[in-house]
């Protein structure tokens, strides 16, 4: 007689809704890597042919190679700048490279990968707001919030996937079925208070450098 599944012996409809669900925020999530990586390189190359048109997704380590890349190119000669430009623009493909790489190992379910994902782009919206670009630092959380949502749909799958190894109903419940009670609701506002602290950290932190920045050029 064939097994049947814990997960499917809860409810099979109401348990595909919620895999399928779980599964579509996490591809959504890390689907993001790949934006930012796109629009970074497409930052470069319209910088690169003159244009004004800037997409504030992207990184803003690449914009700095770019300016960079630009500034010294004014003072070198053509070839010697054409070498340069060369350089910055491989520069950014590897910047660019990294980001497609969270993006792929974030598909396949690596949480640590994603998270440092998380962790590079929100120094990327430090150095974003050092430069005053608060458009760029607005679209850079939009952006964090979405990897958010991926983050925590693979940490429960990986919590799915671990409860049906041991056959755990009540665990398997709790994520293909989750209660509509006080115990999510605090768990919902746990989890938005860490990443408003995490928000308010980054905001925090770069208050302190503009201010120390401030004072000391006042000097």
Do not use: C
């Amino acid at each position: 007689m064939e097994q049947q599944s814990p997960v499917m012996a809860t409810d099979p409809i109401q348990s595909a809704k919620r895999l399928l669900a779980l599964e579509s925020r996490a591809k959504n999530g890390a689907n993001w890597f790949f934006w930012i990586a796109g629009l970074s390189i497409l930052n470069s190359i319209i910088f690169y042919f003159d244009g004004a048109l800037t997409f504030v997704m992207g990184l803003g380590l690449t914009q700095i190679v770019d300016g960079f890349v630009y500034g010294m190119s004014q003072e070198l000669s053509t070839n010697v700048a054409g070498i340069l430009r060369g350089m910055g623009i491989l520069v950014n493909l590897l910047l660019a490279g990294v980001f497609v790489g969270f993006g792929y190992f974030a598909k396949k379910g690596m949480r640590w990968v994603l998270i440092t994902g998380m962790v590079i782009y929100a120094i990327d919206a430090v150095i974003v707001g050092l430069f005053g670009d608060w458009l760029g630092v607005l679209f850079h959380l939009l952006a964090l919030a979405g990897l958010w949502g991926g983050m925590r749909a693979i940490g429960q799958l990986a919590q799915l996937e671990n409860y049906q190894k041991h056959g755990d109903m009540a665990g398997i419940q709790s994520i293909i079925n989750p209660p509509v009670s006080t115990e999510m609701d605090t768990q919902r506002k746990r989890n938005f208070r860490l990443f408003s602290l995490i928000i308010i950290g980054l905001f925090g932190a770069l208050t302190l450098f503009v201010v120390v920045m401030v004072a000391l050029y006042a000097r």
